[in-house]
C-alpha cells in the first residue's frame, strides 16, 4: 500500500488484517449470530450500534 493510500483510504475500506472463515449465518429476531462450524475454544465479539 502506498502511504499516500494509507491516509486517504477510510478504515472500513481497507483490507482485514486476518484472514476470516466463512460461517454459516442464522437469523433469531434481530439478532445475526455468526456461530463457528468447528468444536472447541474460538474468539467472540460483539458489535451495537445506536
Known sequence: MIEDEAITTPV????FVLSTPVAPVERHGKADPHLPTHTGPAPAA???QG
Request: charged residues 15%.
Open 46 to 48: 460483539a458489535t451495537a
Open 12 to 15: 472500513a475500506q481497507r483490507p
